[in-house]
């Protein structure tokens, strides 16, 4: 808060220097570490960065004193030179994330220190180099500006992944204080907090007590529910707590990246994957699958593809190559361990085989007479598509890859009596407290209520915000006591802080 008021009032010129002084600040207090590891990253990467814009600016300076053939020599010795930075920033960023985030797998048994959002900021600062390298805007003069960007304090725990054409640029300019701001800024807090604390803390003990003792015979209908909940809780606790991020954001006149556009509603795997974590998917996109895809070996199998096996293949067997790539990083980046591997290649696979059928699935439809624009047809993808991402989260969930395919098993065909298992004895085994338990249920089942009418009202395309202002007083003020009076009652039940799930990645 105080950095919020001092921001406003003073001069306009030097609010992105106080925001550099607050992300200095704030670093520090989490540990020196942090900020030794932060402030290296940015240099590296802002160092870079200088170096290829310099050579690409020798090289346009070049390319009115030389002919042709000589610029086409040119261009290639720079190209070398660009990509020998390239590696060695890569060489030194990523090398340090492999090395913290992983060495304890590869067998160093003592512990590591894992900088605070080393993740996150790695990827933020790779992305502005990359952009500089290929040209699309100029690079940052002064460190100072480009340090406030790459630790900007509130996307540190878990994104967005913010890009410095974007958000950077919004931290050159000047910001008076506009009350709108602030209203905004605090609804978004109070939703994402409803979200995190009303749903997913909640949530969070109840998921652990189903899926993670070692119940080989565990019955489906009970391993459903669990990874029903984890569902709910993952959605609540990751968009939660961006939503509290993109709310700080706004308070300071900033507008972040969004990062969740109503996953649940999606029609396909591959629509989902760019209605979750959007920043994520679309950093490998820009970084990794465009420029893997375009290589000469992936094009020569493409033509050899379109020659044999016709165009469709020609154009799918790329993507799917470079879908397969993206989802093995993914599932590595959210830890070295077998099942999140395993998670990334199903969800690659999926996408990849309904790319790849597509012909199939038009025709089978034209021939069942099937209306692909209807209402119903619409409803079935998104509860297809749900049932799919719920087939995942069994890899994502269960740290023993067997054990999950033992619970996918149970699930189809050991699902269990549900009048049998879902009895006052029986839950009290597993979550303990009858009546606890029931308030829980009642308060997640509140917040859920509240996330899917805000959330069918924005894949209408309405703005809640706006609609909001347009109410009556007493409505708007609601909007802000109810989720915060149901977000206090909600500490009464949850076990704790169960910190928040993607800050460990």
Same mark, same amino acid.
């Given at each position: 808060?105080? &950095?919020?008021?001092?921001?406003?009032?003073?001069?306009?010129?030097?609010?992105?220097?106080?925001?550099?002084?607050?992300?200095?600040?704030?670093?520090?207090?989490?540990? $020196?570490?942090n900020?030794?590891?932060?402030?290296?990253?940015?240099?590296?990467?802002?160092?870079c960065?200088?170096?290829?814009?310099?050579?690409?600016s020798?090289?346009?300076?070049?390319?009115?004193?030389?002919?042709?053939?000589?610029?086409? &020599? /040119?261009?290639q010795? &720079?190209?070398?030179?660009?990509?020998?930075?390239?590696?060695?920033?890569?060489?030194?960023?990523?090398?340090?994330?492999v090395?913290l985030?992983?060495i304890?797998?590869?067998g160093?048994?003592?512990?590591?220190?894992?900088?605070?959002?080393?993740?996150?900021?790695?990827?933020?600062?790779?992305?502005?180099?990359?952009?500089?390298? =290929?040209?699309?805007?100029?690079?940052?003069?002064?460190? #100072?500006?480009?340090?406030?960007?790459? %630790?900007?304090?509130?996307?540190?725990?878990?994104?967005?992944i913010?890009?410095?054409?974007?958000l950077?640029?919004?931290?050159?300019e000047?910001h008076?204080?506009?009350?709108e701001?602030?209203?905004?800024?605090?609804?978004?807090?109070?939703?994402?907090?409803?979200?995190?604390?009303?749903?997913?803390?909640?949530l *969070?003990?109840k998921?652990?007590?189903i899926?993670?003792?070692?119940?080989e =015979?565990?019955?489906?209908?009970l391993?459903?529910?669990g990874?029903f909940?984890?569902?709910?809780?993952q959605?609540a606790? *990751?968009?939660?707590?961006?939503?509290?991020?993109?709310?700080?954001a706004?308070?300071?006149?900033?507008?972040?990246?969004?990062?969740?556009?109503?996953?649940?509603? %999606?029609t396909?795997?591959? =629509?989902?994957?760019?209605?979750?974590?959007?920043?994520?998917g679309?950093?490998?996109?820009?970084?990794?699958?465009?420029?893997?895809?375009? &290589?000469?070996?992936?094009?020569? $199998? %493409?033509?050899?593809c379109g020659?044999?096996?016709?165009?469709?293949?020609a154009k799918?067997?790329?993507?799917?190559?470079?879908? $397969?790539?993206?989802?093995?990083?993914?599932?590595?980046?959210?830890?070295?361990?077998?099942?999140?591997?395993?998670?990334?290649?199903?969800?690659?696979? $999926?996408?990849?085989l309904?790319?790849?059928? /597509?012909?199939?699935?038009?025709?089978?439809?034209?021939?069942?007479?099937?209306?692909e624009?209807?209402?119903?047809?619409h409803?079935?993808?998104?509860?297809?598509? *749900?049932?799919?991402?719920n087939?995942?989260?069994?890899?994502?969930?269960?740290?023993?890859v067997?054990?999950? *395919?033992i619970?996918?098993?149970?699930?189809?065909? =050991?699902?269990?009596?549900?009048s049998?298992?879902?009895t006052?004895?029986?839950?009290?085994?597993?979550?303990?407290s009858? %009546?606890?338990?029931?308030?829980?249920i009642?308060?997640? #089942?509140?917040?859920c209520?509240?996330?899917?009418?805000?959330?069918?009202?924005?894949?209408?395309?309405?703005?809640?915000?706006?609609?909001?202002?347009?109410?009556?007083i007493?409505f708007?003020w609601s909007?802000?006591?109810?989720?915060l009076?149901?977000?206090?009652?909600?500490f009464?039940?949850?076990?704790?802080?169960?910190g928040?799930?993607y800050?460990?990645?």
């Open positions: 808060m105080a &950095t919020l008021f001092i921001y406003y009032i003073v001069p306009k010129k030097i609010q992105w220097i106080l925001l550099a002084v607050a992300n200095t600040v704030f670093y520090a207090f989490t540990g $020196i570490g900020l030794i590891f932060i402030f290296t990253n940015a240099l590296v990467t802002f160092a960065a200088n170096i290829v814009s310099s050579f690409n020798n090289l346009k300076a070049k390319k009115k004193e030389l002919d042709k053939e000589q610029f086409k &020599t /040119e261009k010795k &720079t190209l070398i030179k660009k990509r020998l930075v390239l590696i060695s920033m890569l060489f030194i960023n990523v090398g340090v994330l090395y985030k992983y304890n797998f590869l160093h048994f003592h512990k590591i220190f894992l900088p605070l959002g080393l993740s996150y900021y790695t990827f933020q600062s790779i992305a502005y180099f990359m952009d500089v390298y =290929n040209q699309k805007y100029e690079k940052e003069t002064n460190f #100072l500006r480009y340090f406030s960007f790459i %630790s900007f304090f509130p996307q540190l725990i878990f994104g967005p913010n890009r410095y054409d974007k950077g640029v919004q931290m050159k000047e008076k204080f506009n009350f701001n602030i209203k905004y800024g605090v609804m978004l807090i109070l939703y994402g907090g409803l979200k995190k604390y009303l749903i997913a803390d909640i *969070f003990g998921i652990s007590a899926l993670d003792p070692n119940y =015979n565990l019955p489906g209908c391993i459903l529910l990874i909940m984890y569902a709910v809780y959605y606790d *990751f968009s939660g707590g961006v939503h509290m991020v993109l709310g700080v706004k308070l300071f006149g900033l507008d972040m990246a969004p990062n969740f556009r109503q996953p649940y509603f %999606s396909s795997l591959a =629509n989902f994957w760019q209605r979750w974590h959007i920043s994520l679309q950093w490998m996109r820009d970084y990794v699958f465009y420029p893997f895809a375009l &290589t000469k070996g992936i094009q020569k $199998i %493409s033509k050899w020659e044999k096996l016709g165009k469709h293949f799918s067997i790329p993507a799917c190559l470079a879908n $397969i790539l993206v989802f093995t990083l993914v599932g590595i980046w959210h830890g070295p361990e077998l099942h999140f591997l395993v998670w990334g290649l199903y969800n690659a696979l $999926i996408i990849a309904s790319d790849l059928l /597509e012909p199939v699935f038009k025709k089978l439809n034209v021939l069942l007479h099937i209306n624009k209807g209402k119903g047809m409803i079935f993808r998104i509860i297809r598509t *749900f049932i799919i991402v087939i995942g989260w069994y890899f994502d969930r269960i740290i023993d067997k054990k999950s *395919f619970y996918l098993k149970n699930t189809f065909f =050991n699902f269990g009596h549900i049998e298992i879902f006052k004895h029986y839950l009290k085994e597993i979550f303990g009858i %009546s606890d338990f029931e308030s829980q009642v308060l997640v #089942l509140i917040g209520a509240i996330t899917f009418v805000v959330s069918i009202l924005q894949e209408n395309k309405i703005d809640v915000y706006s609609a909001i202002q347009k109410k009556n007493a708007r909007c802000y006591y109810v989720p009076i149901l977000i206090i009652l909600s009464s039940f949850s076990a704790g802080d169960a928040f799930m800050a460990q990645y």
